[in-house]
């Protein structure tokens, strides 16, 4: 296959693809001509209509109509490769049955990710945003120390043992916890001390002092927790949703939240983002909330770049490419 011409689109606000990112490219492919843009009308404005592939983010917002019209009209273009994991944002909308090959950069999620899951879970652990409000009120609590507990003897279970579930529980295995994990087809895994099958959710809810949703959106997972799953899980437990919002039913996350049905959550991903200024979700004390950047991280794009980099040489070789989306 041959590729003549790419295009970037970039989000416009965050503008996170840099020139040395780009360079990758450069470097292993002189002869492509790469376009780097903000939206649709600047990709066509800048000559794109006849681009081989596009290289892009698959979050719900960017594929928009004008996007999708681009993608309908861009008779050259055969293949979108996202810059991310979750491809949600992009299945959402009719580019998913125009035919393009899709793929996902995967496998380089996991370092950030697992940092991002045991931050939030020493927080909870050390009662950090007690601490923190505390320290709003210049108020050296001495009977703080009876909100705080340890690691020991406690069970993560992550929801999605995919490539990031993985690696998560490979940290929290290093840190002595118990882990366990569910996968639609179970696997063994050398840092899961049980792994479990879909059907058998609520065994790994009920034992867990912390619940990982790593999962990717799709009809199957969309509202997978709800009050039902709530009502499974520890009074004493915390949910961490690093996955997508749509996996967590929120009129149900909230009630549990203040009904104490759960002690807490971590969230970093929210049905609707940005997370609007007036959700409830913001002020309940026993919630941490972080604006979807749990795989943020100053390597990200370098790390994505190679990926791509590898892809694009299968794609010239006419090799199967890596994290083909299975629609
Ligand atoms: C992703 C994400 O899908 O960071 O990669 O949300």
Known sequence: MEIKKIAILDRAVEREIKESNIATIRQAFPDVEVILCYSAKELIEKGGSDIDVLIT??????FN????DFCRNAKKLKWIQSVITGMDGLLRTDVANMGFTLTATRGIHGYPMADHVLAYI??????????????????????AGELCDESYNKTVGIVGLGMIGQ?????CKALDFRVLGLKRHPIECEWVDRCYTNSELDQLLQQSDFVVLTVPL???TQDLIG???????????????????GVVDTDALI??????????????????????SDSELWDLPNAIITPHLAA??????????????????????GEPLLYQVNR
Do not use: C
Request: proline share 4%; hydrophobic share 40%; glycine share 4%.
């Open 57 to 62: 983010w698959s979050v719900a917002g960017v």
């Open 65 to 68: 109509d004008e996007l999708v």
């Open 122 to 143: 020493f927080s909870f652990l050390r009662a950090f945003p007690d601490m923190y409000r505390f320290q709003q009120k210049h108020d050296f609590n001495l009977l």
């Open 167 to 171: 690696y998560i529980a490979k940290k």
């Open 218 to 220: 799709t009809k199957d």
């Open 227 to 245: 009050e039902r799953e709530f009502r499974q899980m520890k009074k004493s437990a915390y949910l961490i949703n690093i996955a997508r919002g």
């Open 255 to 276: 009630q549990a939240l203040k009904d104490k049905t759960i002690a807490g959550a971590g969230l970093d991903a929210f049905v609707q983002e940005p997370l609007p």
């Open 296 to 317: 943020k991280s100053p390597y990200y794009m370098e790390r994505a770049f190679k990926v791509i980099v590898e892809n694009m040489q299968r794609y010239v070789k």
